[in-house]
């Protein structure tokens, strides 16, 4: 620690120059916390429960609809335990732009298919109980201040009543909490019976379905059994992990996961050529001082280490800077009002940036500090 | 003075040195079959004309380059077949350079820049900090400690450069035109300088220069020319 303020007071030799390379390290980990916020809500819900569900949806098309009745048809196929379906709702509370999804589903089956929806017991009752009862997560909770006991009315852009109304009314019987940190907890669940009774078109049709696989079953298997079961009927079915089915909904707005990699390499592509760029001129500026450290005594190793430690001093520096700053923009939240509902940095994104930091702080001094290492003092000292 | 003799127990024994640059497919000869004995407690000039050696050999004492051939003996230590790591090792312990150029990092203050050869002792801080102190002391440089090189005249400077050659009591003070740089005043002030630290503290000094004023001061001179030592100048 002793070299400290050496390494130190080279970084501080030309500070215009030290302080342009450190911003701009510390831009490039910001975009990078943004960009994993955005892939993290892209691409959240897939990782624990996922891996046992698979999405059964129509051949052609996510909007396509599925008869009611392949639910018993699914779960007499080896592998798969069990099968509910949901619907795509397209409601709007107040103002479209305050975007969250509402699905009628079972809600027995549904709450069974997905243990990570934590409600109270008493709450689960009441939503059995009361057909036009819905149960709404904590996130779309609080930002509408909607209560136990609400009505809420929902304008859905699909379906319309027998009325000929598009305009439907739930009564809030339970606020649900996530398990986990990436469940989602903005939508809406209700009830499919009342639904179905009340809606005008598509009686005994649904969205899509979710089938859980069998512990001991594959489930790349099971997929194929299930679209072999319904080939050739008139309502053919493509099956896809959970995950798989979250991206394909993603990639309705585009491939942005992958446009954000793209714009992260770009990125670190140019920091490396920036950082890379600032630390060997600065080795070579001064090539006789290095020179002289070597005369004095400072062994191959110990050059080799105080360049390096510069080169990761600042990465390092600028990579804290960045995440921390990234960590504190996207703690509030989703910023698109509702599209992004698993908007955060996550931990482990956190920690692959520090560790890139010093990937980059190495990589960037290595050839500088072999450069000052393989420097022959009696040359050095020469030039003037 | 520079008999084959047997080893006899000087500071510097240097035999039958040769050093061979090679430039592109040229061989530069440098030294050729020199011998070279400096007691301990000399203060030793050495002199010649410019491109004649002189740093060459200098460097070969201070353990910076390897010769092509002969021995180099230190303390009775042969350093012309350590490696380079062991050299490195080897240089801290015991020796000290004064260069004309380059003496000083412009980032660090005068006190930081006598602390460096320190840094690669065992010293605790405290013990590094009264050191350096002594040493600032011993160059009458105390009252500038804290001022950063471009802040210091170039006597000044070089003092610092010395503080720092001397800073961890090193065996040998190698100096190469530590006046090459400096006015007639500044340079004789460092002249002084390095003549009391010779004679009151009994350092052994070899200083390479062209100027003849400033081999006056020495103990001894002797003449580098065509690869070889002389007594006296060969014109
Ligand atoms: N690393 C080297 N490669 C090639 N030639 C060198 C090298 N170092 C010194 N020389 C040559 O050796 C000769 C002596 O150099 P030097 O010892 O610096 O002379 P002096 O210090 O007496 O002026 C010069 O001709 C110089 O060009
Ligand atoms: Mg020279």
Known sequence: MKFLHLIWANLR???????????????????????????????????????????????????????????????????????????????????PKKFFMQNPVVPEEFLKMHPEIILAPEQRQAWLTTRTGAIVGRKTAERFEWKIGDKVPIQSSIWSKKDGSYLWEFDIVGIFEGRDKNTDTTPMFFRYDFFDEA???????????????????????????????????????????????????????????????????????????????????????????????????????????????????????????????????????????GMLPLYFFPARDVLAGLAMSVALGLVTGLFPALQAMRLRVADSLRRI | MSEQATGNGA?????????????????????????????????????????????????????????????????????????????????????????????????????????????????????????????????????????YPRQLSGGEQQRAGIARGIVTDPTLLLCDEPTGDLDRKAGDEILGLLQALNREHGKTIIMVTHDPHASARASRTVYLNKGQLTREPND
Not at chain 1, 314 to 335: E, I
Request: charged share 20%.
């Open chain 1, 199 to 337: 809606r005008r078109g598509g009686t005994g049709q649904v969205g899509w379905y979710t089938v859980r696989v069998q512990d001991t079953a594959r489930p790349a298997e099971v997929a194929k059994l299930v679209d072999a079961e319904f080939e050739n009927s008139s309502y053919e079915t493509k099956t896809e992990a959970e995950g798989a089915f979250v991206q394909a909904w993603a990639k309705q707005i585009g491939d942005i996961a992958l446009i954000t990699a793209s714009i992260l390499g770009a990125v670190f592509f140019t920091i490396l050529l920036v950082t890379g760029n600032t630390i060997s001129q600065s080795v070579r500026e001064r090539t006789g001082e290095l020179g002289l450290l070597k005369a004095i005594g400072f062994t191959n190793a110990q050059m080799l280490a105080l360049v390096l430690a510069e080169s990761c001093l600042l990465a390092v520096l600028g990579g804290v800077l960045g995440l921390g700053a990234a960590w504190l923009l996207t703690s509030h939240g989703d910023p698109t009002g």
């Open chain 2, 11 to 147: 500071l510097v024994d240097i035999r039958g040195v040769e050093k061979v640059f090679r430039r592109g497919a040229e061989d530069i000869q440098v030294l050729k079959d020199l011998n070279l004995e400096v007691p301990a407690g000399e203060f030793l000039a050495l002199m010649g004309p410019s491109g004649s050696g002189k740093s060459t050999l200098l460097n070969l004492i201070g353990g910076l380059d390897h010769p092509t051939r002969g021995t180099v003996s230190i303390a009775g230590e042969r350093i012309d077949q350590l490696s380079d790591h062991r050299l490195a090792a080897w240089r801290a312990r015991h020796v000290g350079f004064v260069f004309q150029l380059y003496n000083l990092l412009p980032v660090l203050t005068a006190e930081r820049n006598v602390e460096l050869p320190l840094l690669l002792t065992h010293l605790s801080k405290a013990e590094r900090r009264a050191h350096v102190a002594t040493a600032l002391a011993a160059v009458g440089l105390e009252h500038r400690a804290k001022h």
């Open chain 1, 13 to 95: 030799r030309k500070k215009t120059r030290t302080v342009l390379t450190l911003l701009s390290i510390v831009v490039a980990f910001v975009l990078y916390g943004f960009l994993s916020a955005i892939k993290q809500a892209l691409t959240g819900g897939v990782s624990l429960e996922g891996a046992n569900r698979l999405i059964v949806r129509h051949k052609v098309s996510i909007i396509q609809l599925l008869p009611e009745s392949y639910k018993q048809r699914m779960e007499k196929i080896p592998g798969v335990a069990s099968a509910t379906h949901q619907t795509w709702f397209g409601g709007i509370y107040q103002d």
